[in-house]
């Protein structure tokens, strides 16, 4: 018997189908039927900045009871305190850690000395909290998730890429990232990709390739992020040239299903990855799917707070 009570998320790699599934079922829960944690307080620390998730989460916690504090870099792993004094300090206060930070590495650490859940609000490496309101996203519109076809166009190396990967592997889609050679996925990525589906059996299938209208091609599910992830700002410019070609546009929209939808995790650089045209085309769900942050968040601090058995 699994249970979700004090569980990290760090990323997707941590569920089975079956949980994945669990999580998605939970976030649909009714109003009326949210579970209350009144006393409880969650510690979230904003590294890099956010609008969706810290007010997602912030939402979210009010919805359950749960007081949220956010903090930001004055406040928590400043002053040369080690990782380890302030992991041990918050988990004196809070019943729970959402983090947004650099290196993947870091949340890690975090988690290795925390005795409360940790939840990653986005690394340079993984964005979980979006790849479970994606996936949510996805169900409502297509219905299901296996055997949907899902194109990624842009930076194939980054977090949502990474997400998807991990996404498509145990919901068994059938993922195609289009990306320049200099990024597409870490090899590393990939095979964990496929691992995953090896070991449930999603019959998750993943290609990569430098054609943008060959990732696109038939797919169900167009997706796309920033060419330059927070962090890589300085390096904003010199995509623009690399990534020319790699535009969701009219154009390569129409590679796709006739009733393909499109997604971004949102902030949106309109006329870089993604033109106008397509962000406010009636194929796209973008504000369904921030929305979803909110609904998928919350069904996740229920379970790790509340415990309940698989
Ligand atoms: N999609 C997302 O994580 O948005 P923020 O960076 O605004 O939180
Ligand atoms: N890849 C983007 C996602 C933002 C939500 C970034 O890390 O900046």
Known sequence: MQTFKGRD?????????????????????????????????????????????RVSFEVGCVQLGVHPIVMGPFDAFSREETVHDTVKVL????????????????????????????INALTDDY?????????????????????????????????MSNTYLLAGALAGMQVAIGAPAAYQPAPAVLAQ???????????????????????????????????????????????????????????????????????????AHRGEEVANEVIDSAASVVFDEAENRLHAQRAWMSLVLGGEEL
């Open 127 to 159: 964005h979980p909290c979006q790849g479970l309101a994606d996936l949510l996203t996805i169900r409502q519109h297509k219905g299901a998730l296996k055997g949907l076809r899902l194109a990624y166009v842009g930076d194939g190396a980054n977090n």
């Open 91 to 118: 988990e004196r206060y809070v019943d729970l850690i959402v983090l947004r930070t650099f290196a993947h590495s870091h949340i890690e650490e975090v988690a290795g000395h925390a005795s409360v859940p940790v």
């Open 193 to 267: 990709a496929q691992e995953l589906a090896a070991r449930y059996g999603t019959g998750a299938t993943f290609a990569v390739t430098a054609d943008a209208a060959e990732a696109v091609a038939g797919a169900d599910v167009v997706v796309t992020d920033t060419w330059a992830s927070m962090g890589h700002e300085e390096e904003h410019a010199k995509r623009v040239v690399e990534f020319a070609g790699y535009s969701v546009t009219p154009e390569l929209m129409a590679k796709a299903d006739a009733q393909a939808i499109f997604m971004h995790c949102l902030p």
């Open 9 to 53: 998320l760090l990323t997707l790699a941590e569920l089975t189908p079956g949980e994945l599934a669990h999580v998605l079922d939970v976030a649909e829960t009714p109003a009326e039927s949210w579970p209350r944690f009144d006393g409880a307080s969650a510690g979230m620390i904003f590294m890099k900045p956010s609008l969706r998730t």
